[in-house]
């Protein structure tokens, strides 16, 4: 089982994005947290796999003091988001809930996790070889009667209008476009990749777990956007242009490079109408 490495990433800019993206989220992650919490026992052992900047793990670890107590296992395979994981849920964890820090990675056949009753792993699956045995792999670290809940696809986020004053119209339609073109070679890149041909419900199902499930969860912040959005968008939309940069045309680019430049006059940072909209899907399943 093997997995996509991220040694190319610039993790001081990454993680920068993913704390912006987890204050974002959080209001319509919360009640997520509940919901999967208020479905196991009492004090139970909540284990984030691949936590990254924390935002789940804060959220999950608030539930937990409420309803008395806990554990929160944070588990990465990326020392500098473990740690600042580990910050944000110090912050919040009170004398309740113990926090264990986890360094790892999923494909580790040597991977030592403690027994969990629930388990969660938010985009993480897609980056490993095989998403099917990785899923195994997550089921199994449940107690009997434990759930395994992963986020992964729902509707890509929206954050830009139609027309932008810079380049063709639709710009972000072919953002995403090329995202999605480079998601598809990564994928395809990833050493032992087996395509999966059928949706995250059956393949929790063939896991092991009973009792499958799939919500969503709303994330809305209509225009004017915050200041934090807009910072969040100039982020998003560079990060793209840059990644997937190769599936965009040279007028794409260099719309993207004048809208994330402080400099330009089209600085996405000072516009009115920036917006936050999509969904974040949730498959879960329990062990029997």
Do not use: N
């Amino acid at each position: 089982m093997s997995g996509h490495t991220h040694g190319d990433i610039d993790w001081a800019e990454r993680l920068a994005q993913l704390r912006m993206a987890d204050a974002l989220d959080a209001d319509a992650l919360a009640p997520v947290a509940r919901r999967l919490v208020g479905s196991v026992g009492e004090r139970p052992t909540v284990v984030d796999v691949g936590c990254g900047a924390g935002g789940m793990s804060v959220l999950f670890a608030r539930e937990l003091a409420r309803r008395g107590g806990g554990t929160v296992v944070l588990f990465d395979a990326t020392p500098k988001l473990l740690v600042a994981a580990e910050q944000a849920v110090a912050g919040v964890a009170g004398e309740s809930v113990e926090v264990v820090s986890l360094l790892g990675d999923l494909t580790d056949p040597a991977l030592a996790v403690p027994a969990a009753d629930l388990v969660w792993a938010s985009g993480v699956v897609h980056h490993i070889g095989d998403q099917q045995a990785a899923l195994r792999t997550l089921a199994g670290l449940l107690r009997p009667g434990g759930v395994l809940a992963i986020s992964e696809g729902g509707l890509e986020m929206r954050c830009l209008p139609w027309e932008l004053g810079v380049g063709r119209p639709g710009l972000e339609h072919r953002l995403l476009a090329a995202r999605a073109a480079w998601f598809e070679r990564m994928r395809a890149g990833i050493p032992g990749s087996v395509a999966m041909p059928y949706g995250w419900p059956r393949a929790l199902r063939e896991a092991g777990l009973a009792d499958v499930e799939s919500f969503g969860a709303l994330i809305d912040h209509p225009m004017p956007g915050s200041d934090l959005l807009r910072e969040y968008v100039v982020h998003r939309v560079g990060w793209i242009a840059e990644s997937a940069g190769e599936w965009l045309d040279a007028d794409d680019r260099a719309a993207a490079a004048t809208l994330t430049d402080p400099q330009s006059p089209d600085f996405l940072g000072r516009r009115e109408d920036l917006y936050l909209f999509g969904a974040k899907a949730i498959h879960c399943g329990r062990l029997k």
